[in-house]
């Protein structure tokens, strides 16, 4: 082992041989952290805690600090040359400039010695958006903006004055036409309504050439504007191009080894898929391409963020993260091969052994208990469902049974119907939002206040899916009224009421720190992983389709 695989190769200051290594490696988008990749990054976190403000503004002791960002890490268990244990360890993105410290595995493309390209590219981009906003605050611009909104102005101010006249000939016109209609003869009339014709005639273009040469004078004083912000959007244009090609060139440096030794590039690897930025960033894609270079055999990762939170997704400081799916999923796709790896826990069904309980039956609906773990509708590699199931107790239903849906950890009461016309009466019922529901769910810490509303737009997350994230500009409206129950000193029971359903809507509104700050005890995505996901839909209020009466169903939640 050469001395800088020395430096980076970091070993366990807790003893370890107590600790029996994993049979395979871990499947970095559903995991529980191995207990040595959690030694691994109660170590790291231990050495950040160690740096002051200077190393990088986390915004921990100071989250209101306008330069605070907190940062995803990640920690990769390897077994060295030498056969011992250690870790490597990774940030994702930038954070400390070009220079990387020896702490942590380097970049995987690095600019300074083989990116003179990038480099260069990078300052002509930065000159040419020097030059757009420069362009964009000349007082010129403002200046001519003006200019032309007040010759605007007296050009709408004289075609309507010019419109006004032509209507008050018109009427003045018909007023001649009608008078003279009984008292002229027939050839004095018809020599009349030519006139009048020749009159409307000559009024009509005599409005024209007066409103096409204000339209001249108008153009000219637009000229200069135009001029300008055709300038500017040439910059942008340019801008853009140079920058789609700089990435392009990026792409091509961006390498990636997996352990049978195939090398891929991000153009190879996203070939099929559009290439979203900051692709290969990551820190798992960064820990195996060190590993994979210096001879050090993958055993255990782990992912955790540090620091504030950020304000869209939910991050929670020293909380483990899975890698996320639009950026990592196709890169660690290829760098995985070869290896042996756990078993996608998505693609088994936890709900196999599972029953369902009916709650109410007639010929009309059908209410169930949905366990945790099974789907609410048919899965792309999981067939087994609420809905897949009640067909087969009622196979002489046509179309969808179900109503509303409830995600796959989440237990509680499901709505089914069994004909069409029900199905769309309860699904007004949904949509003008005269079905109450009531959910109980145990959360990680203790929340502050009784009771409340959380108005946060949420829309999918495309690099993360099925990560749900808030959005102010393309967001979906998601409103949910909360109520605790009861507190220990570290867990709050609450009643959720969502005004609207959005996907994910009260587990992203528990953990987000703009929300409750709580996550859901057992959330695999926005919490942690736990034996089941603490989140039971118990009561359920609506108008029964056919006697139109009201009915209300509860049922007790399991933990």
Known sequence: MNSKINIRFRKFKAPIADIALPKKFTFPFYYQPHPLAELAAEQ?????????????????????????????????????????????????????????????????????????????????????????????????????????????????????????EQRAAKADRKLRRKAAKDQLSSTEYEALLDKLGKESIAKRNQVRDIEQQLQIEL????????????????????????????????????????????????????????????????????????????????????????????????????????????????????????????????????AKEKDLPIL???????????????????????????????????????????????????????????NPENHKFLQRQFVNRTIKKRYVALLEGVVEGEAGRINLPLRTDYDNRPHQMICYEHGKTAITDWEVIERTETHTKVYFYPLTGRSHQLRVHAAHTLGLGCPIIGDDLYGTKAERLCLHAERLAFYHPESRERMVVEVDAEF
């Open 360 to 418: 109410f039956e007639d010929e009309h609906i059908v209410l169930v208990n949905k366990p945790s773990g099974l789907l609410s509708t048919p899965g792309k590699f999981i067939p087994d469902s609420v809905q897949s199931r009640m067909h087969q107790r009622h196979p002489e239903v046509d179309g969808a049974m179900i109503i509303h849906r409830l995600d796959m950890h989440t237990s509680g009461i499901l709505l089914l119907t069994k």
């Open 44 to 164: 790291l976190q231990d050495y950040l805690k160690a740096q002051d403000i200077s190393f990088h503004n986390f915004g921990i002791k100071n989250p209101d600090s306008p330069d605070a960002v907190g940062k995803m890490f990640g920690v990769l268990v390897v077994k060295n040359e030498a056969a011992e244990i250690g870790f490597i360890v990774a940030f994702s993105g930038k954070m400390l400039g070009e220079k990387t410290p020896d702490y942590f595995v380097p970049n995987l493309f690095d600019a300074n010695p083989n990116g003179a390209f990038y480099i260069n590219g990078a300052k002509e981009l930065n000159t040419m958006t020097a030059k757009i906003e420069e362009l964009e605050n000349n007082p010129e611009l403002l200046e001519l903006e003006n200019m032309l909104k007040k010759a605007a102005n007296i050009f709408n101010e004289k075609v309507k004055a010019l419109k006004s």
């Open 219 to 350: 153009d000219k004083v637009a000229q200069p504007l135009r001029k300008l912000e055709k300038e500017i959007q040439d910059l942008r244009t340019a801008r853009k191009e140079k920058s789609v090609k700089l990435q392009d060139g990026l792409f091509t440096h961006y390498r990636f080894l997996n352990i049978l030794g195939e090398e891929k590039n991000l153009h190879e690897i996203f070939k099929d898929t559009p290439k979203p930025s900051g692709a290969g960033e990551c820190a798992a894609p960064k820990l195996l391409q060190y590993a994979f270079m210096n001879r050090l055999q993958p055993i255990a990762l782990t992912e955790f963020w540090w620091g504030k939170s950020p304000a869209s997704s939910v991050r929670k400081h020293r909380q483990h993260y899975h890698a996320c799916i639009g950026k990592c999923k196709p890169i660690l796709t290829h760098m995985l091969a070869g290896m042996e790896v756990d078993e996608d826990p998505m693609l088994i069904n936890p």
